[in-house]
């Protein structure tokens, strides 16, 4: 049988789908290469950027361990200064003193230096000190620079690490010293830190950070950073820098990961995938091009000879289908078909295509009809098998005629695999244009090729306005070329550049962008597209200032802070003298608002304090600044109306404006004053810390002077607070010292003449001064908050000895006297339980003794802790009665047990002809007292006659003189006629 020539269309065909065979072929494998490597940088990517976030993490911690240790230890030097100030003569002895004390509280400090006029004059400790005494700075020119930068500066300068004449290295930290009382220079202090004690503690508390770290310094900007703690290696990996915040000089940390940075690492799951998807994507297209050239080859010859039709038609191993073009009914199935669908052929030709599609029957008709009127069709249908399998397959369809018989040629191609490849590559196109995050593309020569939906939501530019342009038409003008060279040489080197940057948008708009650039490399290396992407973080700046704003003003009244108060300070005290002449602050503390907070709430004392303010700002003149310190403290500072007359006025104006009455919400009125303490510069002080120090010790002064009025600062006021100072550290160590005794003074029945309880007394056995009563001390004290630790002493050594008394028989109580500031304290309930408890004292004899004035003061925290101390079973007792806001009212709301009469009201009894008032004011006490059910006792009795008016009273109990002054725990014993040695 002769073979068949081929027609010249058949050649053109199948020369056609060949070439487009090869071309599909060529550019899905390119398409492959590009997804999969930009996927593995991606991945690459990401876990760099995490490796710099945890390796940064790291270094915020370290950094803030670092300056917290390094700031402690300048706090402790700057306490030497401050004493060396005010001491300017001190003897060698007493500077170990107070050094040894500092550097007790500290591991880090190796030494201290005092240099006076450039000549080391006293040192601890002292075995240095024949290395180094007497040692003129001009003779150490390593160290002469330092020196010199502290003489010439008002800051703490730090150098290192430094050779030390002892040996060893070491940082050195170094601050000036100004005579206080002539204000010229002294010298200079040096602190000498122990390098690595201080480094490897800031490095090993805590938790332990997986990175490698290294410190490095320089004293100007011209210098090389020097290596000063750590691996200096790591300086050549790529580091993590994070400057520091330290004095003096630059520093900075530098981190990498602990097993170092991670290189591009390969995915072969990535790889694997997208040879898959490829492997499925090329046999889609060859069983295309098969299908497409067997279909061209079929048709051509069913035209001319439907016998070779139905044998190539049988055989081919596409799928094909002869369906009935009316009904839809299965006339013919070839073998492919058969074995594609897993139905026999005698079973698919007795079904209709609807059995096999999953499309509606309305549908289907439609289709039908579509492919019955065109020559060429082409439908996408999803097919169910014989096993229930759905297919996704692509049909071409043709109408064509048989034996004048109207049938649909049908070739069936499965594409479920391509299709989905298709849905995936949707999808990331879909995350491109949908992302919120702005992305542009540019080519090697940096022109642009592609941007998303972002892009112009940020920017405003549309596509069309950007696609061959370069990037630079973002350009806002706020950078200059070194930055861009910069950033492109980074690029460069790295591959990669993220930071901030300010870009302009279409409409003119400057807005800062946080952008990461990524550079993509075809197989040779060379560079194929720049990709950036970025967001607007504007919102976020936003954010960042108004955190700035909060660290620097005051959120209820809208004032200066104290941080911007001490900028403003520090600013003006630089300025030339010609500029201003002097200086003034003034410390201002607003009397009884403390009543009015604790009277009427928070909200109320929030209102007045943004009145208040309102009022004073209302008083300021040009160049003043008000700031608000806290709670109910403010500050004026003055620059240009600033000597004594004018302080003087306009302290009279605001004492004039507070005294006026304030008006709040719900009709509640306001009475206040005002203290104002006043300190000058340069008459009183020489740096921002003394200014307010001075001002705030006149505040005080002019508080002790009766309140609602002011007072400057003066040199007594120097040594009270030097003074006080000195007891403050005495005070702090008196405990511990057990330098502490309790006296007890006894009560008395003044019927039975029966001892029926004792005040304890606190005394101080002080070392040099020696016995002092707490009117010596107790006001430091308070200040310095030593007074918990001193009443829990008082507390618990009180308890213990009741104790004893009661375990000897003796049934008495016990009063103790409480401060102002154990009320306020939410913990101090809890101290007297743990006192009873540890030592096992009945709480019933227990009596604690409180002023009016602590009541008033404290209100709110004094009935809540009252109360609990009630339930406890401990009485309360009101000392000094009458001396303070004596009410019926505040007698009933707290849980009050007993009265004590102040001593004035007694004194006045004890004549023959007493005073007939003081006599009636008594009684109307101890009436009052009967009337609520509490006990009384009038304190400083001294005569028989001042006990027998008072018996004649009414009044129950007595103290004072006529029975025994305050004694000791063993005369005291003797009085109730106990062994106390049992």
Not at 195 to 213: M, N
Not at 384 to 399: C, I, N
Not at 400 to 426: A, P
Not at 887 to 904: G, V
């Amino acid at each position: 049988m002769q073979q068949a020539v081929p027609s010249a269309l058949d050649s053109v065909a199948r020369r056609s789908a060949r070439v487009g065979f090869i071309y599909n072929i060529l550019i899905s494998i390119m398409v492959f290469v590009l997804v999969v490597a930009s996927v593995e940088f991606w991945l690459y990517q990401q876990e760099h950027d995490k490796q710099i976030d945890k390796v940064r993490a790291a270094l915020l911690a370290y950094r803030s361990r670092i300056e917290l240790n390094v700031t402690q230890n300048m706090d402790l030097s700057y306490g030497l200064a401050t004493y060396i100030s005010l001491n300017p003569e001190l003897t060698q002895e007493a500077f170990a003193e107070f050094a040894a004390q500092l550097m007790s509280q500290s591991t880090h400090i190796l030494n201290f230096g005092a240099a006076r006029n450039w000549v080391i004059s006293h040192v601890y400790p002292e075995s240095v000190g024949e290395t180094l005494l007497g040692t003129d700075y001009h003779d150490i020119p390593a160290q002469l620079e330092s020196v010199r930068n502290a003489h010439a500066s008002d800051k703490p300068v730090i150098s290192g690490p430094v050779e030390l004449l002892q040996g060893g290295t070491a940082l050195i930290a170094r601050q000036s010293i100004t005579n206080a009382r002539k204000n010229l220079p002294w010298g200079v202090l040096s602190t000498v830190l122990d390098i690595e004690a201080l480094f490897t503690d800031s490095f090993t508390q805590g938790e332990r950070l997986p990175v490698q770290v290294a410190l490095e310094g320089r004293r100007r900007l011209t210098e090389p950073f020097k290596p000063i703690y750590g691996t200096p290696q790591i300086h050549t990996q790529d580091p993590v820098i994070l400057t520091m915040s330290l004095p003096s000089g630059q520093w900075r940390l530098l981190g990498i990961p602990e097993d170092g940075w991670h290189g591009v690492r390969w995915h072969p799951k990535v790889w694997l995938m997208g040879v898959i998807v490829l492997g499925f994507w090329l046999g889609g297209l060859y069983g295309r091009y098969n299908a497409g050239r067997s279909f061209a080859q079929s048709i051509g010859r069913v035209v001319d000879d439907s016998h070779r039709f139905r044998s190539i038609f049988k055989r081919h191993d596409a799928v094909m289908l002869l369906l009935d073009a009316k009904s839809g009914d299965i006339v013919d199935a070839n073998d492919s078909a058969q074995q594609f669908y897993g139905y026999d052929h005698a079973t698919l030709t007795s079904m209709r295509i609807s059995d096999i599609n999953t499309h509606t029957e309305t549908a289907l008709r439609q289709s039908l009809s579509q492919a019955r009127q065109r020559d060429k069709n082409y439908f996408i249908f999803s097919h169910r098998l014989k096993s229930g399998e759905v297919r996704q397959v692509e049909v071409h369809s043709s109408p064509i005629t048989i034996g004048h018989v109207k049938l649909l040629f049908s070739v069936i191609h499965d594409v479920s695999e391509r299709l989905e490849v298709e849905r995936k590559l949707m999808l990331n196109a879909k995350i491109f244009e949908q992302s919120s995050e702005g992305v542009l593309v540019t080519d090697a020569d940096a022109k642009i090729v592609a941007v998303n939906g972002g892009f112009s939501a940020i920017t405003g530019y549309q596509e069309e306005d950007v696609l061959g342009n370069d990037p630079s038409i973002l350009n806002s003008g706020r950078h200059d070329k070194a930055f861009f060279r910069a950033m492109w040489e980074e690029v460069a080197q790295q591959g990669r550049w993220k930071g901030e940057i300010w870009n302009r948008r279409k409409d003119g708009v400057v807005y800062p962008q946080l952008l990461s650039i990524s550079v993509v490399k075809n197989d040779a290396g060379e560079v194929v597209n720049y990709v950036g992407v970025f967001s607007d973080i504007s919102k976020l700046k936003d954010s960042e200032k108004k955190l700035i704003d909060l660290a620097h003003y005051d959120a209820l009244t809208g004032l200066p802070n104290r941080l911007l108060l001490a900028s403003r300070t520090r600013q003006a005290l630089k300025m030339p003298m010609g500029a201003h002449g002097k200086l003034a602050l003034m410390f201002l503390d607003l009397d009884q608002f403390k009543f009015v907070n604790d009277s009427h709430g928070h909200a109320v004392g929030d209102e007045l304090l943004k009145l208040v303010s309102q009022r004073l700002y209302g008083l300021l003149r040009e160049g003043d600044t008000l700031a608000r310190l806290g709670g109910d403290e403010f500050v004026v500072l003055r620059l240009i109306h600033s000597d004594k007359a004018a302080c003087v006025s306009l302290s009279e104006d605001i004492i004039q404006a507070m005294n006026r009455l304030f008006v709040l919400s719900g009709g509640i009125d306001a009475q206040i004053g005002v203290s104002i303490g006043i300190a000058q510069y340069p008459d009183n002080a020489a740096n921002t810390e003394e200014l307010l120090t001075f001002a705030d010790s006149a505040m005080y002064f002019a508080k002790k002077s009766g309140r609602n009025t002011y007072a400057f600062y003066n040199d007594a006021l120097t040594v009270e607070a030097n003074n006080k100072l000195r007891l403050a550290v005495e005070l702090r160590q008196c405990v511990q010292n057990e330098e502490l005794e309790l006296f007890y003074q006894p009560q008395v029945d003044l019927v039975t003449g029966n001892i029926i309880g004792v005040e304890a007394l606190l005394r101080w056995h002080h070392p040099e001064r020696g016995v002092l009563s707490p009117f010596h001390f107790i006001d430091v004290a308070e200040e310095r908050s030593i007074i918990h630790d001193i009443t829990q002493w008082v507390v618990e050594t009180g308890c213990r000895q009741l104790k004893q008394w009661q375990d000897a028989g003796l049934m008495v109580s016990l009063a103790v006297n409480i401060s102002p500031r154990n009320l306020a304290d939410i913990t101090f309930t809890q101290v007297v339980a743990e006192a009873l408890e540890k030592t096992g004292a009945d709480p019933r004899f227990l009596e604690l003794e409180i002023t009016e004035n602590t009541l008033i003061e404290n209100q709110a925290s004094a009935l809540k802790v009252l109360e609990q101390l009630r339930e406890k079973g401990v009485g309360i007792a009101i000392d000094d009665f009458g001396t303070g806001y004596s009410s019926m009212a505040y007698l009933k709301r707290y849980p009050i047990s007993k009265l004590k009469i102040d001593r004035h009201f007694i004194k006045d009894i004890q004549s023959e002809a007493p005073d007939e008032e003081e006599v009636a004011i008594v009684s109307a006490m101890i009436a009052m007292a009967d009337s609520l059910g509490m006990g009384v006792v009038a304190e400083g009795i001294e005569t028989t006659h001042q006990q027998a008016i008072l018996r004649e009273l009414g009044c129950t109990f007595g103290q004072g003189f006529l029975y025994s002054r305050p004694v000791p725990a063993d005369e005291i014993a003797e009085l109730f006629g106990i062994d106390e040695s049992l």
